[in-house]
């Protein structure tokens, strides 16, 4: 049986989709290790690969050999990404264990790298000014040409870099620059709606996108917008198993329609929220969340909705 290699699918693949060689590679790699995979005569290591196939919109799933450097960092990576998912941000020693498993870091590696150090900066030290520097060093090593307010949408992104676009707009958020912040979450918004994705790529970054939009533009006062952004990410968490935003998702819908009057429907959203809350362990979320309600609408709404038992100290 005759096997296609991996370079003769992405030449093919690019040159059905009219790209050359420099535009397909910009960032990934230099454009005469590009000519070397596409000739068969250079294996590409699993992360450039994996970019390489998101550029050209391509699911497949290709076997590429796998150094023990390769598997390591791989399995760091995991760990640290699942920390993110978790919300636990104090990933600097994965990092360093990241780095010392070889001197040497392609642009992937090394943006995996800055992702770290810019999440400690900005989740723990609350600096975000230190922290968006990095994240845009990060994007900038496989999109060189991004700007804050440049055009994103022509780049199918991998999921690293969809994740740096994230932080850097929740950094353009802490520094007070919202409008910037909000267009950039737009976009990312529009982009898991365009584009044909793995599904459980969309099902992974959706509600996290849908959750800080629904919340800027409630806090923007953007309430329908923001109400239909909060029930996309509320039916993809359902439909995909995918609970760990649901939760807050609930609570932005049921804020925003007591923001636009509609308190009696809003109520049994709410308490589904709380009570997910609470089931899953989230007390800091729990009570932030309880405060800003009750700021914004009394505490009486709080007994409307706490017909379910509570414990004392929430």
Known sequence: MEYIKAGQFIRELRKRKGLSQEELCLGLCEPTTMCKIERGRQYPNKKLLDALLVRLQEQAELQVPLSVVDFERAQIEREALSSIANREYDILELADRYKECSPVMNNHEQQFYLLAQALHHARIGKDWGTAIEIFEAAICLTMPSYT?????????????????????????????????????????????????????????????IAYNLSTWLGIRKEYTAALCVAE???????????????????????????????????????????????????????????????????????EAITEFSLPADL
Do not use: H
């Not at 870099?161 to 802490?174: G, H, P, S, V, Y």
């Open 148 to 208: 804050v307010g440049s055009d994103i949408n022509t780049n199918m992104l991998t999921s690293m870099e969809f994740t740096i676009l994230n932080n850097i707009a929740i950094c353009l958020w802490f520094l007070k620059q919202n409008d910037d912040a909000i267009d950039l979450m737009e976009r990312l918004y529009e982009i898991l709606d365009t584009y044909d994705m793995d599904r459980e790529e969309y099902s992974k970054r959706l509600p996290m």
């Open 232 to 302: 996309e990410g509320i039916d993809c968490c359902i439909k995909y198993g995918k609970y760990a935003s649901l939760g807050d998702l609930l609570y932005n819908k049921g804020f925003t329609m007591m923001c636009l009057g509609d308190r009696e429907r809003a109520k049994p959203v709410l308490q589904k929220a709380f009570m997910f809350l609470l089931a899953c362990g989230k007390a800091v979320s729990y009570k932030n969340l309880k405060k800003d309600l009750t700021d914004a609408f009394g505490k009486d709404i709080w």
